[in-house]
Each structure stands twice: as C-alpha cells, then as structure tokens.
C-alpha cells in the first residue's frame, strides 16, 4: 500500500521501499482530449480487450516482412505443435530427466512470482557491471547452492551483505534460463528468429544483397515479441536491458555484445535438449541474432508506428494504417487520407473492425467507397509514372497484395487458412485504377486487360 512520504507529490511504494515521482497537475483536462501518457496505451489496451484482433494484426505484417511456408506459419500461431531439432543422443536426454525437482523457481514455468524472485539478481547485477568476465566466469558453488535454495523458498534476499559474489547471481540467472521448461524466446518463434536474421537490403534493381536490414529486423522483432506471453515478454525486457548495460561496460567487463551472446542464446532461444551439434549450421544465426537484441533492446519493445496509429485510431472511431508500407504510400501524396489508404483490410478481425468503426463515422457507406476508389486509382498512376527503381517495384508489389475490398465477409477464406502473401487477387486494385476501362472491354467481349507490372 502506499504511503506518503515528507513531499505531497513523491510516494512510497512496494516492500522494497521504492521511491517514484509522481506529478500532480491540478488543471482540469478537456474533456475531448483525454491526456494518456503511455504511447503504446492504446496497443495494450487492444491486446487485452480483443486479443484474437490483436493478434490478427501483428501476424498479418509479420507475414509482410518475412516468408513463413504453411507449417512454420501454423506453429508461429499455435494451430500446430512447434517443431525444432531435438537430441540424437539417449544420454544428454536420460540426463536431463535425472534434474532436480522442481523448486518454486528453479524449473518451473514462469510466473510472475518467478520474475520478482529473479529480479533480485537483475537489480543486484545492475549495480556491479564493472566486474570483469561477468556472466563468464562461474561461481561458488556453495554460495550458488545456498542463494537457490533462499529464492526457491521465496524470501526477499539482501544481495548487498556482501556474503554472495556478482558471478554467483550471474550463473545463477543463467540456471534459471536454462532450466525453464520452454526457452524464453519460446520454441513457437524458433523459425521466425532465423528467418528474421536473413533480412537483407535490396540493390537499386529490386536483388537481394547481403546488407542486414537493421531497420526491416528491428520491426520484426518488435512484432514477434508482441506475440510473446505476458511473463516472457516482461522478464526478457529486463534481461535485454541488464545485457545492453553490460555490454555498454564492455571497457570494463570484457563483455561485449556478441560474448553475451554465446553465453545466453543457449538459454533463451535454443530448443530445449538439444546439443550445438544439432542445430546443424544455425549456431551462428542465433548468437547474432541474440546480439542483435541486445545492441537494439531500446527499442525492440516500442509498437510500430502503425500499430499504435491502428489501435488508437480503432477506439477513436477512424480508420487508419496497417503496415509501414501503407505509411510510406502516405507520405508520398500528402492529399490522401489515412483512411482511403487504410481500406483494404487484411484479415476478418480488420475487415470487422472497420464495419464496426463506420458506424460511429458521419461519412456513408458508398461515399467513402467511392472516395477510396478514386484515391487508390490516384495512387497506382502516380506510382506507375515513377521512374524504374526498387521502389516503384516494391510499391508495385504492395497493390498486388491487397484482397479485394468489395466482395463480401462470407466469401473470404478464413484468416488461419490463407496466407498473406497469397496473390490471387493481385489484379483487383490494378482494374480499379483504370476505372471502367475493364468493365466495357467485358461487355464488348475482350479479354480484360491489366496494365504491366514493373
């Protein structure tokens, strides 16, 4: 509970005594302008409220960026059981069987008590990154033993005694990675961690080269880890930030991003009971990938722009954005309108929400059709007169994915049947864009024609 302390605006909070400033305003707010200070507010808001929306959202722009075949799509989703290496060896998994029991920590699946327990080591490491080979070198083990048996039995532990040593906290933060029965990262997002770190630039003829793409990664990791259960997603933030410090120590620790790295990718993303040599060549791809995480864990939990502008849009009535392309189309014709690019929805749950948004709009129905219509026809002539370049053909690819905005609710597959890349309406936006050009061809008996894609 909290409690008030000498000043009226600094408040007392949980056992540790906790000091948070708080600002006190005593002006009346606006009635029609709420004032939220959280700009992923209304992100959380529409994860918590309608979390199947939610995530039909985010996967349907991670498909955007990153080509998932059927089965690993299906396992990103939960509708198939994750498949990942496992052992070939009887030994290491007969070895793993003989652990200890499960403690309250120790072993067992992660919990929000769990996390509080860990974060005791988290906040005590915070303090002593200087110490050289941090997370490297182990520690005793029967200051280890003894400081395991104080957290499995969920007592609040005085790390500053000096009785432990910061090498004993840092293994032991380790063990409790490693002995979770699923990686933090979770095995459902193993393959979409791999095909993440094979994100490349393009060249100006629209080939692939072998540039990283820091930008396209980094907003696919912020996808994915919306994707992540609550407690995974709370301590792995914890723990990125903990390892972005230390690495920003390395003059000190001798710990730079990627040694972090080699220590804590076997812990948190590779599939349990495995051994290095069952990852077949991908050992490589993790540990960069782990390092990427943690030079970019400042940023790796912020929403896209578009996300937030979707959810914040979504309780305000209005249509709005769905992935960073439909940004980058807006801000090439400053004349159309968030909602007009916003139209084409890509999943039932969107579709839904848009009907749902119209009616709190004074705008009809068929007029905003019609002025969607004419945006679009606008849009694709202006990309069309563009000069050939990577761009004009990656926009161009943009309106050969969008699904037909016109045809009905129930003639649309499902969301968990129908991959997003899927093309088979690619022609739509193209007829739209020449108006009732097509539409005369087919009543005089031609063949409809669609203009060239570059």
């Not at 090498?167 to 095909?195: Q, S, V």
Request: proline share 6%.
């Amino acid at each position: 509970m909290a409690t008030k302390c000498n000043s009226p605006n600094i408040l007392k909070l949980d056992r540790r005594e906790t000091k948070c400033s708080v600002f006190l305003c005593h002006d009346k707010p606006d009635a029609n302008q709420p004032v939220i200070f959280n700009p992923d507010f209304f992100v959380e808001r529409l994860r918590h409220e309608h979390p199947q929306t939610f995530a039909d959202l985010v996967l349907s722009n991670i498909t955007r960026l990153i080509d998932l075949p059927g089965d690993e799509f299906a396992q990103l989703t939960g509708e198939s059981e994750p498949k990942v290496p496992s052992s070939s060896g009887f030994l290491r998994s007969f070895n793993f069987r003989k652990r200890k029991e499960k403690g309250v920590i120790f072993g067992a699946p992660l919990t929000e008590e769990g996390i509080a327990q860990i974060c005791q080591l988290i906040e005590y490491l915070s303090k002593n990154l200087h110490v050289e080979g941090l997370f490297r070198v182990p520690g005793h083990s029967l200051r280890q033993a003894a400081l395991r048996e104080m957290l499995n039995t969920g007592a609040e532990i005085d790390l500053e005694t000096g009785d432990f040593h910061p090498n004993d906290a840092a293994t032991l933060l380790k063990a409790f990675l490693g002995e979770l029965p699923e990686p933090l990262l979770t095995h459902r997002h193993y393959h979409a961690h791999l095909k993440i770190g094979e994100l490349t630039r393009f060249d100006e003829k629209g080939n692939k080269t072998n540039v990283p793409d820091k930008a396209r990664q980094i907003e696919a990791f912020q996808l994915l880890f919306m994707l992540l259960p609550p407690t995974n997603r709370s301590l792995l933030k914890l723990l990125l930030d903990l390892l972005y410090h230390t690495a920003r120590s390395q003059h000190m620790n001798k710990m730079s991003a990627i040694n972090l790295a080699t220590m804590f990718a076997p812990h948190i993303i590779w599939p349990k009971n495995v051994t290095a040599s069952d990852l077949q060549g991908n050992i490589e791809k993790l540990n960069n990938g782990v390092a990427f995480l943690i030079r970019h864990s400042q940023k790796m939990f912020k929403a896209p722009v578009y996300i937030k502008e979707y959810a914040r849009l979504y309780y305000t009535g209005i249509k709005t954005l769905q992935s960073n392309d439909d940004l980058n189309l807006s801000s090439g014709n400053n004349t159309v309108s968030i909602a007009a690019i916003a139209a084409p929805s890509r999943s039932p749950s969107m579709r839904s929400i848009s009907g749902e948004t119209s009616s709190t709009s004074t705008i009809k129905p068929s007029e905003n059709q019609s002025y969607t219509e004419s945006c679009l026809r606008e849009l694709y002539k202006q990309v069309n007169s563009m000069p050939e370049s990577a761009k004009k053909k990656k926009l161009i690819r943009q309106f050969e994915k969008q699904p037909d905005s016109n045809s009905s609710a129930e003639t649309r597959t499902p969301f968990i049947r129908r991959h997003w890349r899927s093309r088979s309406a690619g022609g739509i936006i193209k007829r739209k864009a020449l108006g009732g050009h097509t539409s005369t061809e087919k009543e005089n008996g031609k063949p409809q024609s669609v203009p060239p894609s570059s």
